[in-house]
């Protein structure tokens, strides 16, 4: 690293920076690391979602929290922010995807992606405490199986693989992960937080695991540090800017060098850079095939909610989530759950209207639900016990469709912008997934909750979907016309700067990518040498 501050700078500790800090430790790299979010010890997580100061991404108004939320005109959503990224506020759930994945155009043709990735997956799911199958059963895991069967595709019923400690309820034990070298851990209370942030120690986040594990091994994670800039060097190396995240003044801007940088700041994150250093010349053979390709999992989040349950429906009892179905060959269906309290993300739910109409004809099936009974959509909007009177329905499909990202300028500043991609038209509502909501409405009705209906989306009423797993963008390819990251995920044009997060994903997976990604971080750092050896990775 002659000449250089550092030798790796690693953008972001989420699934894939988290990944690229403990491998290249044990590589023997000296390794720093700039996540934008604060650092949350297991009590500095919001008590409930209403907490916006500890729950909400909203720097520049003083909430540095673990949700962000993101617009574009095509999809709504839903990321992480805080020291272990997306994991903070994630829902646990580790699936491995199938073979329509792995088989997908963009990339089949460049390695056997499915036996090739499998030791990884394996790596990744004893890294991160994957349980096979959510071990408890409860009225939502009878209702999820009851709606399958109503569907006619009860065969498909499963309990979720999730990343979670059980062990004995609300009580701590040393490290049983990492024989001694990881955290200590408190057994599952089954509270339903998981997604504003484990309070109890139960949650395997990456501060659990992977960030644990590379600190005790050196390497430094700098908290509330935005990366405003990444500029190539001449001679080789890059110039990574960084600032104090929100700050409106005094921003106190710092920069070092490093010789070699990783692109890890989620799809939002990452995409947004890669466009701005490309536009500014600092990065400028960055492929102009960067937005393209952008995933949303081809996802809608519905629902089904009560005007009231009998205390005996404990909804919000249990992990984020518990079980799944396909109610197609290519469409997956999870319950989803916020614990007793936090009912902030309900305001986004309302009147489920067909999305097969145009805006007039939507607008007008909510009014006309809203006014034939007026009282009954009031008390099923009512925010008061929202989590305990409902299940959200989480719908995620392998189907091939895309946007594309690009920048245009808006009130003097770079901005995001959307536009229909390859394949199909990215969906603007799932009617797969209006049907797995009445189904679940219907069960819980049966389980004794009162005025029970299916629920949408106010995003989906404006034809605007919702995502909990934007995806690609910068992904990989055989060529840097076809995409903007090679096989190793070292960014075409430029060797020394890698893409290792979810923008790199090329396909939609139809089910959480957590695990891909993490898996696929896994490869790419398994082919970096040892510092200070020869790289044995074909050249660009």
Request: contains cysteine; aromatic residues 8%.
């Amino acid at each position: 690293m002659k000449g250089f501050d550092e030798e790796v700078v690693i953008v972001g500790s989420g699934f894939g920076g988290s990944v690229a800090a403990l491998r290249l430790a044990e590589k023997g790299y000296r390794v720093r690391v700039y996540e934008a979010g604060r650092r949350f010890e297991d009590e500095d997580f919001a008590k409930t979602s209403w907490n916006l100061r500890r729950y909400l991404w909203a720097p520049k108004l003083g909430c540095f929290g673990v949700q962000r939320i993101h617009r574009l005109p095509h999809v709504m959503i839903l990321a992480g922010a805080g020291v272990g990224g997306g994991s903070l506020n994630y829902a646990n759930t580790l699936y491995q995807p199938g073979a329509a994945f792995f088989q997908d155009a963009q990339w089949r043709g460049i390695a056997e992606w499915e036996s090739e990735l499998s030791p990884h997956y394996v790596t990744a799911k004893r890294m991160l405490g994957v349980v096979e199958h959510y071990p408890h059963t409860g009225p939502v895991e009878r209702i999820m199986a009851g709606a399958a069967d109503d569907l006619g595709v009860g065969s498909t019923f499963r309990h979720a693989p999730v990343g979670v400690w059980f062990g004995k309820p609300g009580e701590r034990t040393p490290d049983p992960f990492f024989d001694g070298e990881g955290p200590d851990r408190t057994g599952c209370t089954l509270c339903g937080n998981c997604m504003v942030g484990c309070r109890i120690g139960a949650k395997n986040t990456l501060m659990k695991n992977y960030l644990a594990l590379a600190e005790r091994r050196g390497v430094a994670v700098e908290a509330l540090r935005t990366v405003s800039e990444v500029r190539e060097l001449p001679g080789g190396g890059f110039a990574v800017t960084t600032q104090r995240s929100g700050a409106w003044f005094r921003r106190a801007r710092r920069t070092v060098t490093a010789e070699q940088v990783v692109l890890a700041g989620g799809t939002w994150g990452t995409q947004h850079l890669l466009h701005r250093m490309k536009a500014s010349g600092a990065l400028p053979r960055v492929s102009d095939a960067v937005g393209r390709l952008t995933r949303t999992n081809s996802e809608a989040l519905d629902g089904a909610v009560a005007t009231a349950v009998p205390d005996s429906l404990h909804l919000a009892r249990g992990v984020a989530i518990t079980t799944s179905f396909h109610v197609d060959d290519r469409t997956h269906v999870e319950n989803v759950r916020y614990g007793p309290g936090s009912n902030l993300m309900g305001a986004l739910a309302t009147v489920l209207v067909p999305g097969d109409r145009g805006l007039g004809a939507r607008l007008g099936s909510l009014v006309s639900q809203v006014l034939r009974s007026p009282v009954r959509q009031f008390r099923l909007g009512n925010l008061r016990r929202w989590s305990e009177r409902g299940i959200i329905a989480l719908v995620m499909q392998t189907a091939d469709n895309s946007l594309t990202l690009s920048l245009r300028r808006r009130f003097g500043r770079w901005v995001m912008t959307s536009a229909q991609g390859h394949g199909e038209p990215n969906p603007s509502y799932l009617p797969q997934a209006h049907r797995a909501a009445a189904a679940i409405a219907a069960r819980v009705q049966q389980e004794g909750g009162v005025s029970t209906a299916a629920r949408g989306s106010w995003p989906e009423v404006f034809g605007i979907p919702l995502t909990a797993h934007f995806l690609g963008g910068a992904v990989i390819s055989a060529t840097s016309e076809d995409g903007v990251i090679d096989p190793y995920h070292r960014v075409w044009g430029h060797p020394g700067l890698h893409v290792v997060d979810g923008s790199a994903v090329p396909a939609n997976p139809g089910v959480n990518p957590s695990l891909t990604i993490t898996a696929l971080a896994e490869r790419a750092l398994s082919y970096w040498p040892e510092a200070g050896e020869a790289d044995t990775r074909p050249s660009q």
